[in-house]
Each structure stands twice: as C-alpha cells, then as structure tokens.
C-alpha cells in the first residue's frame, strides 16, 4: 500500500516535469525566417478583416478563406509582437499543416517549443489529423478535449467548447484553405464578440465599465472646457494622470488596475477609438464626438495618436507587443498604395507613449500627483 502511495506522488510530481522536460528541444524545428515585409503586413491585416467579418456574424457566408502566404504573413506579423517566434504553414489536399517554434520571453536556456499539428479537411467540424509538441507524438482526440477543457476552465462560459464548435468545416485544395465558421449571430451575440469579451476577462484586464469611466469623465472635461479640442495634448495627458491620482485605492494592484483604464480611456481618445474598442468593447456614447482630435504633440496630430495609443496598448498587452505593433503599422504605411512610407519620428512616439506609461503605472500615488501639472 504504501508502495502504490509512492508511485502516486511520484506520477503527480514527476508527470509534469517530465512532459515540460519533454515539451523543449535545444533547437527550432524551422530555420531563422525573414524579416516581417510591407507586403506581409498588408497581406495580413486583409486576412485578419476577412477572418473578423465571419467572426462578427456580418458574412452570412460564413466562409473565411486563407491561403498558406496570407497564414505565413499573419505569423511574420505576430512574431515582431512576441520574440522569438518562427512559423509556417502547408496546405494541399491532406489537410492544413502549421509549424511554429517559440522559446519562453527572457527564459532561453529552456530551449524552443516546437509543435507541429495538421488539421485534415471535414465536413463535420475540427478534425485534428496528427499533433506533435517537442519530443511527443499525441493522442489528437485525447489532447484537443484536454485543451479545450483546460479553456474552458479558466473562462466563464466555456470558451474552449464555444470555439471548438463554431468550427463547421474545413476545405483545403493546392495552397488554399477554407475555414466555415458558425458565428452563432451578430453583435454581441457573435463569435467574436463572446470570445473577446471572456479573453479580457481571462487576462485580467480592465473592463469596458471601468475604462468607459475615464472615457466619459475626460469627454465631459471637454465639452465643460476643463480639457481643450485644439492646441497641445499635454491636458488631456496630465489629466488621466490627475484622476488617478485623486482616486483613493486599497491597494497597490487597484491603482495598477485604474491606472491602465486611465491609459486605454486617453488612447481611445487621442488615439484611435476603433481600435480601442475593437480590443475593450465600446465606449462611445456620442460616435461623432471626437474632443481631442484638434490636438497635437510637437505640432504633429499624428505624433499625438502614435504616443497615446502606444501607452494604451502598453496597458493592454505589455511593452514588446505595443511596440511591435507600432512597427507593423509602419511596414502597413510603407506597403500599402497611397500609404505615407516608413517613419522614425512615429516609432520615437511609439517607444515615448510606452515609456510614459511604463513609468507611470510604476509611479507611487505621491509620486503621480507631483507629477500633475508637470507635463506641457
């Protein structure tokens, strides 16, 4: 009995050490991919806006479809967000197959994650053909049902079960795959909508109340003239600064948390709204009420945005990520026609709104109100 005790623990310990010793290999399974192009970008943005309409229940088709570039850009497009990353894509008539190799941010020595899975064509939902993480060849049904119980476990209303089963087919020819979604509607009743809402919550992120909060106290600044509609953006800075500040918080982790949806609420402001809310959930009240868009930082209106919504995206998904996606949005102006080219001066706002809100979710309580009135 008290051998079979033994061998209990050491099953319960040992297991996953094992499976996590088993899970890296000293090297990439992929070879040092190129760098992300202009045209990458653009190729990527259009995939994600296709594959959003379906999400969103606004494509009654219901058909997203992709070919292996489209995918091979969208993964070039997450790797300049999360270092190091490689990956590749594979489509023919057996199905569509996805390489990607990852190491573990500020951890290398552990090695690379490589996984590699192939999905064959169905026309009764997600079939999942072959699954390998590292050293490990997986039991495919055994494993998606682990993942998808281990989603629904850490999300309120079962987001593993919730994708699993929206996926309705999966047609793959020479190069091209098409996916078939079952956006269970529109609005917030749409795939999208119910996947983002319970992702934010399972980050631990603000949520649409609080950040709506600070949205609507900074548009009632403007429209009583506390917060100006033209000259510097230095106010409306400051100002985000000052509510914090004057809030009154139990804790350090509460300040934290209110500072961030001080952050997101100025760049949905003096940013870009839609893609705030595209991440948080809405926030307008009045659509075409846009205070702060008459305002600049060293006389450019674009330096203002570059810089606001660098902080809030810092708040939202941490420095690299924000950075990174301040790259991609160069390479998108660079690659697309009419696009305004490549600037530097961007990516110096870019780092400048990151900084500012590393620096200020960092801040004490005492050290944030000395700091109000200071910026200009």
Same mark, same amino acid.
């Given at each position: 009995m008290r051998l079979v005790f033994v061998l209990i623990v050491l099953c319960l310990i040992g297991g996953p050490i094992a499976f996590a010793v088993a899970s890296f290999q000293p090297d990439p399974i992929l070879p040092a991919s190129a760098t992300l192009t202009p045209r990458q970008a653009v190729q990527s943005k259009a995939l994600i806006k296709r594959a959003r309409d379906v999400a969103d229940g606004t494509d009654p088709a219901g058909r997203s479809e992709a070919t292996a570039a489209e995918l091979d850009a969208l993964i070039a497009t997450a790797a300049?967000?999360?270092?190091?990353?490689?990956?590749?894509?594979?489509i023919d008539e057996t199905g569509l197959r996805v390489r990607i190799a990852a190491q573990v941010?500020?951890?290398?020595?552990?090695?690379?994650?490589?996984?590699?899975?192939?999905?064959?064509?169905?026309?009764?939902?997600?079939?999942?053909?072959s699954l390998r993480l590292g050293r490990m060849t997986l039991p495919t049904g055994m494993t998606v049902s682990v993942v998808?119980?281990?989603?629904?476990? &850490?999300?309120?209303?079962? !987001?593993?079960?919730?994708? =699993?089963?929206?996926?309705?087919?999966?047609?793959?020819? @020479? +190069?091209?795959?098409?996916?078939?979604?079952?956006?269970?509607?529109?609005?917030?009743?749409?795939?999208?909508?119910?996947?983002?809402?319970?992702?934010?919550g399972a980050a631990?992120?603000?949520?649409?109340?609080?950040v709506k909060t600070h949205f609507a106290a900074m548009s009632s600044a403007a429209k009583d003239g506390t917060l100006p509609r033209t000259g510097s953006a230095a106010p409306w800075i400051s100002y985000a600064m000052e509510r914090v500040a004057l809030n009154a918080h139990q804790s350090a982790e509460e300040k934290e948390f209110d500072t961030r949806a001080a952050l997101i609420a100025l760049a949905?402001?003096?940013?870009? &709204?839609?893609?705030?809310? !595209?991440?948080?959930?809405? =926030?307008?009240?009045?659509?075409?009420?846009?205070?702060? @868009? +008459?305002?600049?930082?060293?006389?450019?209106?674009?330096?203002?945005?570059?810089?606001?919504?660098?902080?809030?995206?810092?708040?939202?998904?941490?420095s690299a990520m924000s950075f990174g996606m301040g790259e991609v949005k160069e390479l998108l102006d660079t690659g697309r026609k009419g696009g305004s080219g490549?600037?530097?001066?961007?990516?110096?706002?870019?780092?400048?709104g990151i900084r500012y809100a590393e620096i200020f979710r960092a801040a004490t309580p005492e050290a944030v109100a000395a700091w109000v009135g200071q910026i200009s």
């Open positions: 300049r967000m999360v270092k190091p990353l490689l990956g590749e894509t594979e941010p500020g951890v290398p020595q552990l090695g690379w994650v490589n996984f590699d899975a192939t999905a064959a064509p169905s026309r009764d939902g997600l079939e999942v053909a998808t119980g281990a989603l629904n476990l &850490v999300t309120p209303d079962d !987001l593993g079960s919730l994708l =699993l089963s929206s996926v309705s087919a999966l047609d793959t020819r @020479d +190069g091209v795959a098409v996916l078939t979604l079952d956006a269970g509607g529109s609005g917030d009743a749409s795939l999208l909508s119910q996947v983002k809402s319970q992702l934010r631990g992120r603000p949520t649409t109340a609080e949905a402001h003096c940013g870009d &709204v839609a893609a705030i809310e !595209l991440i948080v959930g809405k =926030l307008q009240e009045e659509p075409g009420f846009k205070p702060c @868009d +008459g305002t600049h930082l060293a006389g450019r209106k674009d330096l203002r945005k570059h810089f606001t919504l660098s902080a809030g995206l810092q708040s939202i998904s941490g490549f600037s530097f001066d961007d990516i110096a706002a870019d780092r400048a």
